[in-house]
């Protein structure tokens, strides 16, 4: 890879701060320690950037390394010994384009890992489903899967919620 790769990195870094911070908070519901993965991310993509073969797949590449931060952080923060979430409340990052929508959003970062990143990069993000599949290293009939699945239980959880307020 040449400098304009690195710009194009930088810049895609740069334009995309507040969608990197939330996929990391919506994986570990604290601000420090999302700014912390999306640090790490930065820091492994701007040190192996050479390493990607195609310009034009910075977006799916770098979301790869964020999401592969996210999941490791998880590991590790599944050994260490952790206060309980309710001592540790954090307020939920809010963002003027996504306020209406806080409810569906929360519902989303409860689904189960595989459902939530297919979600967040395909709705949120507006990622295609052959750059999720990318982006994942999953086959795209698995991402299809994934993502339907994940739209059934998150309409049945909100006809449910509805119905019951």
């Known amino acids: 890879m040449n400098d304009t790769a690195y710009d194009k990195l930088t ?3 740069i334009n995309n701060q507040n969608n990197f911070y939330r ?5 570990v519901y604290n601000k420090e320690s999302a700014l912390d ?3 790490n991310a930065i820091c492994k993509a701007l040190e192996s950037y050479e390493s990607l073969r195609n310009e034009k797949a910075i977006k799916t590449w770098f979301y790869r390394i964020l999401i ?3 999941l490791q ?3 590790k923060s599944k050994k260490e010994i952790i206060c309980d979430p309710i001592d540790m ?3 939920i990052y809010y963002e003027d384009a996504y306020e209406p929508k806080l409810e569906v959003y929360e519902r989303v970062c409860q689904l189960p890992e595989q459902m939530k990143t297919i979600i967040i990069l395909h709705f949120y993000e507006q990622m295609t489903l052959k750059e999720i599949s ?3 290293d999953v086959n795209l009939n698995t991402v299809k899967t994934r993502l339907y699945a994940a739209l059934k239980r998150l309409k049945n959880e909100l006809e449910v919620e509805y119905e019951t307020n």
């Open 37 to 39: 993965i999306i640090q």
């Open 68 to 70: 592969n931060e996210c």
């Open 73 to 75: 952080y998880l590991r």
């Open 11 to 13: 810049e895609h870094i």
């Open 89 to 91: 409340k954090e307020e």
């Open 134 to 136: 990318q982006t994942l």
């Open 23 to 27: 996929i990391a908070y919506c994986y």
